[in-house]
């Protein structure tokens, strides 16, 4: 295999001139394996090794992306279709049906149970169902043209983060990680905060595939120990035994196979692991906060849910400070449902609890993230993997909607993004993008562009051809961007 930033071998990016990774990394771990690999091959500074590993001049270092599982709905949140009030209760008709049976058309339009309002200086419509949210509107970009290929959890929430609808590729995460290298050497380029379960098309959504394992996401729980025997109750002295007859044998199979990438990858995790046992601890507990910062978040919030997604929201601002790549936080899951967002039915009940849950956290991040000064170098992203149909088979207290992937919502914030804008949209009442559709592929080639990195150039060779988070597909989206 060989990988590099525009199709060439990228393999001794880092490492002395003449030195290949693999001889570097077996010399390392071949004397004392108390002695890291950072302190035998010193690190560029953070800013040298950003540099090196761009295409271009980055606008933005660090993504945070809100995950909201399942799907929340355009049309409840940030797409305002009024039609939908006025036809109400009506039957949406053949001409309406898309990608559904034509049984559907007796499908009614169902208008939002939310007010909707212009906020802030930019008059950005956002509905009352996130209202801490829409107190950051003159923050956010808002694309409302969305579209997605099945509406399905498992694959949409793939193609999300891998670019592919099998998966069976990096996720987003793991390429920029890839591509950019880290900031800190005594933390992961990737961590994934975990609110107790895995989603539709589980850890794959998180996985570096074909990458090298280094890449996959760390993942840190919201409740009890965040990481594994990140603290063991060996001694130091007992470590350094333990390591160094463990890189010895490493090192020993390594040179006798032919594919020595994943025990290399694997040595990698070891140092990573070593260096994370004093920083991981530090940075996960939160109690170090001030505690207006910790009440913003909304931590200590009487409800658990909340309560554990504004420990993760938190730490993901703590873990980019220290110089994470890339931090996704998941929502929290409750009555078993593996998809929060997804409400075929008491549509008002479950979305007023994921919004209460989430919305809070979300826009204490950007306003903290603009006090400190990184919002401008970090992305936020809050989407989910579809959205939700305006219509429903029936107008009752408990009706709700089904999935959708012809038209929806997300927003971005920071890292060089318009402010105060909204992009694309749909037609009256919500149905199908007509102005200015982007695909998972274009958002894509979009933030690794504001990263530095040119999506058509950032190769990776594996099974004999180049591969690419956006594959065939992709552009920058300029109109959106500062």
Known sequence: MTHGLSGTSDSATTCPAGVSRRQSLRAAMAGLAGITLSEKMPLSSAAEIHQQRSHHQPRAKNVIFCFMDGGPSHVDTFDFKPQLKKHQGQQIGASWVSRRSQSDAARVWFGSPWKFRQRGNSGLWVSDLLPNIAGQADKLCVIRSMVGELPLHGQSNLLLHTGRIIGQAPSLGAWIAWGLGTENPNLPGYV???????????????????????YQATMMRARGNPVDNILPKDSAQIQKQKLTLLSRANAGFASQTSSPSLIDAATVNYQTAIRMQATIPEIADIRQEPEYIQKLYGVGSPDEHQNYYASQALRARRLVEAGVRFVEITCPSFDGNNSPWDQHSHLVQNHEKNARVTEQSVAALIQDLEQR?????????????????????????????????????????????????????????????????????????????????????????????DHRLTDVHGRVVSEILS
């Open 373 to 465: 000064g990184l919002l401008d170098e970090t992305i936020v992203l809050w989407a989910g993997e579809m959205g939700r149909t305006p219509h429903t088979p029936a107008i009752s207290n408990i009706a709700g909607r089904d999935h959708h992937v012809s038209g929806f919502s997300l927003f971005l914030a920071g890292g060089g993004f318009r402010s105060g804008m909204a992009f694309g949209e749909t037609d009256e009442f919500g149905a199908n993008a007509v102005e200015n559709p982007l695909t998972v592929h274009d958002l894509h080639a979009t933030i690794l562009h504001q990263l530095g990195l040119h999506h058509e150039r950032l190769t990776y060779r594996y099974g004999g051809r």
């Open 192 to 214: 994934l905060l975990n609110n107790d379960w895995v989603p539709n098309g589980g850890l794959e959504n998180f996985g570096s595939s074909f990458l090298p394992a280094s």
